[in-house]
């Protein structure tokens, strides 16, 4: 059950025949998972021939590994433009956390089957995307040491709380649904706020006023 | 990979077969996934016949199911016995954090097949999972509660609030590994102060110190 949205995760993606195949592969994951689908499957979703699949993709192992390089260099892209967009620690922090947590909802499928299929992948492969994550760690990272150098946040495990602000972000794919009561937008107001609360310093301005409005 | 703990998930299930099956369930459909996992994989791995299996599992989704059942009903106990201990709202919240994301630490394997098979659970099966899912809910959405009528919490969105609390929790068993540089016991502490910053009242005696220690 994927959503209009979550097909606009390969908008760029060229031929127009490999963004429907990463499509099918990512709908074809998360309904039976990796090990239970077959390029045949695959290529049958997206109307094609498991021959014509061959043409952009090498192996099933090639095409997860194209949904999870696309899947984390925007989640990259995301926490990348946050932490260098103008304004002090608090704001930057709550715009990174509102797109990222507003992104795991709106592409929950794709998110779903990049996160929970990282051990499918080969060698080389897993060792690209580590290098993805990483990176997305250190800039959120960034953003919290930034704040605690300007007295903004008081936070004494900057790499746990990191950790801890990606996770709960992150964790949304799990369980959001189109149907349910909050849209992804209102879901990375609520999810910024409490961020703030977690790392703001006691009596700064933005102390638990964050999800007080 | 398991480790020890994961095993003691299953300590009073009887027979001891029935708790070698489940184990071997939980490994094997971690490793490959629900749909690609048969019964008699499951068999094997425990050392018994396919036909010893149906003794104990009438089939591969009942295996699930039981999984699950075990699974959500030591969540359950663990936020339910923290909603009723001794102390503030504060305290037991801390308790409900420390334990939950601890139990999701040591029991990563357990916790990801719960989490990520769901979907795969029969009609009634899934309905009597939900309804345990639903009880963690509201016990620890109770504590939030006593929390913000005392005047020790100061929270908006109640529901929202409690559910980033329980997907922060669980969201560890997606990223935890024994060989990481937090002991489960340190993580739950880590947690336990980061949740009582996104609760607490400006200014309360737990604002913003928790994470300061």
Same mark, same amino acid.
């Given at each position: 059950?994927?959503?209009?949205?979550?097909?606009?995760?390969?908008?760029?993606?060229?031929?127009? $025949? !490999?963004?429907?195949? #990463?499509?099918?592969? =990512?709908? @074809? &994951? /998360?309904?039976?998972?990796?090990?239970?689908? %077959? +390029?045949?499957?695959?290529?049958?979703?997206?109307?094609?021939?498991?021959?014509?699949?061959?043409?952009?993709?090498?192996?099933?192992?090639?095409?997860?590994?194209?949904?999870?390089?696309?899947?984390?260099?925007?989640?990259?892209?995301?926490?990348?433009?946050?932490?260098?967009?103008?304004? $002090? !620690?608090?704001?930057? #922090?709550?715009?990174? =956390?509102? @797109? &990222? /947590?507003?992104?795991?909802?709106?592409?929950? %499928? +794709?998110?779903?089957?990049?996160?929970?299929?990282?051990?499918?992948?080969?060698?080389?492969?897993?060792?690209?995307?580590?290098?993805?994550?990483?990176?997305?760690?250190?800039?959120?990272?960034?953003?919290?040491?930034?704040?605690?150098?300007?007295?903004?946040?008081?936070?004494?495990?900057?790499?746990?709380?990191?950790?801890?602000?990606?996770?709960?972000?992150?964790?949304?794919?799990?369980?959001?649904?189109?149907?349910?009561?909050?849209?992804?937008?209102?879901?990375?107001?609520?999810?910024?706020?409490?961020?703030?609360?977690?790392?703001?310093?006691?009596?700064?301005?933005?102390?638990?006023?964050?999800?007080?409005?």
């Amino acid at each position: 059950m994927q959503d209009v949205q979550e097909t606009a995760a390969w908008g760029d993606v060229e031929p127009e $025949a !490999a963004q429907r195949l #990463l499509t099918a592969g =990512v709908e @074809a &994951f /998360a309904e039976r998972g990796y090990h239970a689908t %077959t +390029t045949r499957d695959i290529a049958g979703r997206a109307g094609m021939s498991p021959a014509a699949l061959y043409i952009h993709f090498r192996t099933k192992e090639d095409l997860l590994f194209r949904i999870s390089r696309v899947g984390h260099e925007r989640a990259r892209g995301i926490i990348a433009a946050a932490a260098e967009s103008e304004g $002090a !620690a608090g704001e930057r #922090l709550a715009r990174a =956390v509102r @797109a &990222f /947590a507003r992104w795991h909802a709106e592409h929950h %499928t +794709t998110a779903r089957v990049v996160q929970y299929e990282l051990a499918a992948l080969g060698e080389e492969h897993y060792a690209e995307i580590v290098a993805l994550r990483r990176d997305i760690d250190r800039l959120l990272r960034g953003i919290i040491e930034d704040g605690v150098r300007d007295g903004e946040f008081a936070v004494a495990d900057v790499p746990g709380t990191a950790l801890a602000v990606l996770s709960l972000c992150v964790d949304v794919a799990r369980w959001f649904s189109a149907a349910g009561s909050r849209s992804p937008d209102e879901l990375g107001e609520l999810y910024a706020g409490l961020v703030g609360r977690m790392v703001a310093a006691p009596g700064g301005r933005d102390a638990g006023s964050s999800s007080q409005k």
